[in-house]
């Protein structure tokens, strides 16, 4: 569960990311974040990881604040919210296996880590998570040996590692075509449903979105303009949140 | 337009052309005429029959000071010194990278420290550390350990610039603390670059661990200056045969592992 408690976040030149936030996301919801570009999508995100500082309010994660942790316990919260970004963001020299493993660093001791010691049930559980995305055969290749839509999933299956209970990804599949788009978002879909992890996702297509949401957060210059499920959120709906009727290139077509 | 371009780059040309012939002229001038003594031609055919009939003798002797120990001497300081360069450039490294370093004073302060280090020549840091340490391996050690932070320093912290530091960011956000986000999304990409600059480096202190002898600062070059200023030739020519073979050798091993490592 994540809680934002009038969360604003003005950044340092004074512009304002977000503007008095105030909602909660529950276990298992399946929640699409759509807004323009500059609408305070990954703002928002990143707010809840703390990858960004808020600068007013308060996030709870599963009952704790993440603002007011500090140090070790910081790192505690972080690992139970997994992260997809829009460029993978993996170690592409490092082995597929090491990148899934590397969701695991936050359960294991500094020491042990420095030496990438990692027990073998975090192997197994790695192993896992690639099956789980279909990979398991690519566990030894080096991770930029892969296609984008693979390598994405090996950041899903780093999220899955590290046994988040949310999951936030930011534009998950904005590099990707149509045809790995669907894996994707099909992937984040089943681990939703059959493992009841809360996905906080920004999407650039409203058709995407519609398809897999189960809830639509619209944003619009840092203010939450739209919060409903995903039925109530019509043509309209997303004229409002664009400020103007939706576009050709906000709908992928195929997915 | 482009011929007003052409004659520029004709006179630029003309220019470059004769200021270096300039320097040419004025260096040649310097020189004090070349004197042939009588005795040069002596020593010439001296030196040339020594190189090719060497004091085998010299190569292993039991009792005392032989050829394979100076040899594995001067390994030994080159090992040594460049193991030293090796962990001390590493701090450097990383607070000269604009990308890693938190301000901008420690970027500059981190640079001017590698460029301070790499002006001294070794022989003059050997020096120097002969008068610190006295005579013997020990400075030669940390001549090569010290002079070679500058390059190391300077080649690592380059390649630390290129780094992605994306997943950087995916390891904070999956809760690791700064040395574990370290090690694993910097670390891996520094690694390869960081070997082969290293064993370089190893192969450049080698040859300058040969000539620290001269100064006295350990190794095979204190008996060949010995031998040298007593004019035994066979065992110059045995010392010089030692260290080109030992020179290749480790070149040619270094170079292999460094193909392998990029
Ligand atoms: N580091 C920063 N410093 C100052 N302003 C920033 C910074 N990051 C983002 N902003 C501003 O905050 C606002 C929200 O940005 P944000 O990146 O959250 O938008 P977004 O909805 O994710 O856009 P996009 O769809 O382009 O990714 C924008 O006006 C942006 O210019
Ligand atoms: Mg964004």
Known sequence: MIEFKNVSKVYPNGTRGLNNVDLRVDDGEFVVVVGLSGAGKSTFLRSINRLHEITEGEILINGESITKAGGSELYRIRRDIGMIFQNFNLVRRSSVMRNVLSGRVGYHSTLRMIFGLFPKEDKELAMRALERVNMPEKAYMRADELSGGQQQRVSIARALAQEATQILADEPVASLDPMTTKQVMDDLARINKELNMTMIVNLHFIDVARKYATRIIGLKEGEVVFDGPVEEATDDVFSEIYGRPVNEDELMGEA | ?262
């Open chain 2, 1 to 262: 337009m482009k011929q007003h371009g052409k004659t520029f780059i004709y006179t630029r040309r003309i220019i470059v052309v004769a200021a270096v012939l300039l320097v040419y002229i004025w260096a040649f001038a310097g020189l004090p005429l070349l004197e042939l003594k009588e005795t040069s031609g002596e020593i010439v055919s001296a030196i040339f029959s020594g190189l090719f009939q060497p004091d085998w003798g010299y190569v292993y002797d039991p009792g005392g000071e032989d050829l394979l120990r100076g040899l594995l001497d001067t390994l030994a300081i080159a090992l040594l010194g460049t193991f030293i360069a090796s962990v001390l450039c590493i701090p450097f490294s990383f607070m000269a990278s604009k990308n890693i370093a938190k301000t901008k004073t420690m970027v500059g302060s981190s640079k001017f420290v590698l460029s301070f280090i790499r002006v001294f020549p070794d022989i003059v840091l050997a020096l120097l550390f002969i008068k610190a340490v006295g005579p013997g391996a020990f400075a030669g050690v940390l001549a090569l350990g010290i002079g070679a932070v500058g390059m190391l320093g300077k080649l690592i912290s380059e390649s630390v610039e290129g780094i992605d530091l994306s997943a950087r960011e995916a390891l904070i956000a999956t809760g690791g603390n700064p040395v574990k986000t370290f090690m694993f999304a910097i670390v891996p990409q520094v690694l390869p670059n960081f070997f082969s600059f290293v064993l370089y480096r190893f192969e450049v202190n080698l040859r300058a661990a040969t000539i620290l002898g001269v100064i006295g600062a350990g190794g095979i070059g204190t008996p060949l200056i010995f031998a040298l200023s007593v004019r035994d030739w066979g065992r110059v020519g045995i010392i010089l045969l030692g260290i080109i073979v030992m020179v290749t050798l480790i070149d040619a091993i270094s170079g292999k592992i460094r193909a392998r490592l990029v």
